[in-house]
C-alpha cells in the first residue's frame, strides 16, 4: 500500500484552499498521506516529518536555502505556479518566480499555461523540468463545482444586498507594511503606472457611490494591503464597504458586476458568467498587454465605467467578445483538462515506494512545537509586531473546522472517501485515509 507523504505549501489560505483541495482529493485516492497548511510554519518543521514531496508555490529567490538544506535529506521539489499573469516583465518573472539558482533542486515546475511556458522557454531554463498540466485554481470554477460557493454567495448578498465588486491589485502602493520587500526587483514601469491607476481607481469608486447611492459598492483590497488606509479614504462614503473575507469567487457571483485594473479577477469573472470592466486609465505595455485587453468591457475613464454599469444595472444587451486564441494561451482547455489529476499522477512515478509514516509520539511532539509557535504569534499580534501582522493578513484563516468544511464542499459532487484531518502544528494538518 501505498503511504507517500505529499507536503502542500499555502501562502493565502482564502485564494488557495479551495483549489489546493482538488490535489488533495487526488492524492487521496492514491493513498497519500497529506500535509497542508501555513507555508511558514510548514518551512520551519520540515526537517522532523518523513521525506516526500513538497508542493511549493514558486521558486523565489528567498527559498534558496531551504531547498538546498531539505534536498539534502531526501524530499523531493514541485512547484505549481499560479501568478505568472500578475509579472510585469520576464525579468521580474525569474527574480520573483523563477530563481535560476533554485533549477538545480527543482524535479518538476507545472506549468498554469502556454505562455508561462513561452516565458520560461525564452529565459533558457531546463525545458525537462517543465511540465504544462494548467491549474486548480480556475478548475473550481467550472459548473460542476460551482455550487460549492453557494452558501457564501448567499450569506454575502444576504448581509450586502445589491453591490457592485472593485477589486484592488496594489499591495506595493498601498502596503500594510511600511515597504513590502521585492520592491527593487518590481518593474519601474509597472510600479510608476500603478501609482497612478491606484489614484485613479478610488476616484472611481467615489464617483460609483455618488452616482450609486442606493447600491453598496465593494472594494476588495489585495491580500497584502492596508485595509485601514482604505476605510480612511472612504471613510466618508456609507455605501462603500472595505472587505477582505474569504475566496473572491462567492463576491464575484454576488455582485452585480466586477470592476477590475489588469487583474485575475476579471479572468475569475470572465469564467463565472459575470459582467467584467476592465478599468484601464493608463496605457503601458507590459508582456501580458494583449490579454488585459480582453477582460472584460474595456474602459478608459469613470464616465465610460458608469454608463456601461447603468446598461448592466438595467439588464439591457451588452456585447462583449474576447480574442479566444488569446484567452486559449493563457487557459490552458479549460473545458476538459484536470490539472489535478495530471499533478498527482506524475508526483506518484516521481517519488520511491517507501515505507513511511508519521508516529503518535512525533505528533505530539509537533502539537507542541505548534503550541509554542502559536502562542508566540498570538503576542507579535498583539504587540502589532508589523510582519507579523502582514502574515496574519495574508494567509488569512484556516483551522481544522474551516478545513472539514472545505473538505465537505470539494467532495459534495461525489462519494466521499473516509479519511481524517488531525491538527499537525500551527495552522497545519495531516489529512490521511
Known amino acids: 500500500m501505498n503511504n507517500q507523504f505529499l507536503y502542500i505549501s499555502i501562502e493565502n489560505s482564502n485564494r488557495e484552499i479551495l483549489p489546493k483541495l482538488l490535489v488533495v482529493k487526488e492524492a487521496l485516492k492514491k493513498n497519500f498521506n497529506i500535509v497542508i497548511g501555513n507555508r511558514n510554519v510548514l518551512h520551519s518543521i520540515m526537517r522532523y516529518l518523513p521525506e516526500g514531496a513538497l508542493l511549493e508555490k514558486s521558486l523565489h529567490y528567498t527559498y534558496e536555502p531551504f531547498f538546498k538544506d531539505i534536498s539534502k535529506i531526501g524530499f523531493k521539489i514541485f512547484a505549481l505556479d499560479e501568478e505568472a499573469l500578475t509579472i510585469a516583465s520576464i525579468e521580474q518573472y525569474m527574480k520573483l518566480n523563477y530563481f535560476k539558482n533554485n533549477e538545480k533542486y527543482l524535479n518538476t515546475f507545472f506549468l498554469s499555461n502556454f505562455k508561462q511556458q513561452e516565458m520560461l522557454m525564452t529565459s533558457n531554463v531546463n525545458s525537462s523540468k517543465l511540465y504544462l498540466t494548467g491549474t486548480p485554481k480556475f478548475e473550481i470554477y467550472k459548473k460542476k463545482y460551482r455550487n460549492i460557493f453557494e452558501q457564501e454567495t448567499n450569506k454575502i448578498k444576504k448581509k450586502y444586498g445589491k453591490f457592485i465588486l472593485v477589486t484592488s491589485r496594489f499591495a506595493h502602493i498601498n502596503p500594510n507594511m511600511s515597504s513590502l520587500d521585492d520592491v527593487d526587483k518590481l518593474d519601474p514601469v509597472y510600479l510608476s503606472t500603478s501609482r497612478e491607476i491606484f489614484k485613479k481607481l478610488i476616484k472611481l469608486t467615489t464617483d460609483l457611490s455618488e452616482e450609486f447611492s442606493g447600491i453598496n459598492i465593494i472594494y476588495r483590497p489585495h491580500p497584502s494591503e492596508n485595509v485601514n488606509n482604505l476605510k480612511k479614504i472612504f471613510k466618508n462614503y456609507k455605501n462603500i464597504k472595505v472587505v477582505y473575507e474569504g475566496n473572491v469567487a462567492p463576491w464575484i457571483l454576488g455582485s452585480i458586476l466586477i470592476i477590475h485594473n489588469r ?171
Request: include cysteine; charged fraction near 35%.
Open 263 to 433: 487583474c485575475t479577477t476579471g479572468l475569475e469573472g470572465i469564467l463565472l458568467n459575470k459582467h467584467v470592466i476592465s478599468f484601464d486609465p493608463v496605457d503601458y505595455k507590459s508582456i501580458h498587454s494583449k490579454f488585459f485587453k480582453i477582460l472584460g468591457h474595456r474602459c478608459k475613464t469613470s464616465d465610460d465605467v458608469i454608463k456601461l454599469t447603468k446598461k448592466i444595472i438595467k439588464k439591457k444587451k451588452v456585447k462583449y467578445k474576447y480574442d479566444k486564441q488569446i484567452m486559449e494561451k493563457y487557459i490552458y482547455k479549460f473545458d476538459s483538462n484536470k490539472p489535478h489529476k495530471k499533478i498527482i499522477d506524475l508526483i506518484e512515478k516521481k517519488l520511491e515506494k517507501k515505507r513511511l509514516y508519521l508516529s503518535k509520539l512525533k505528533r505530539f511532539f509537533l502539537l507542541l512545537v505548534g503550541i509554542k509557535k502559536n502562542l508566540a504569534f498570538n503576542l507579535r499580534l498583539i504587540l502589532k509586531k508589523k510582519r507579523t501582522v502582514y502574515q496574519y493578513q495574508k494567509f488569512g484563516k484556516l483551522n481544522k473546522k474551516i478545513l472539514e468544511n472545505k473538505m465537505n464542499l470539494i467532495f459534495k459532487n461525489e462519494n466521499r472517501q473516509n479519511y481524517k484531518i488531525y491538527n499537525l502544528c500551527r495552522q497545519l494538518f495531516l489529512i490521511k485515509k
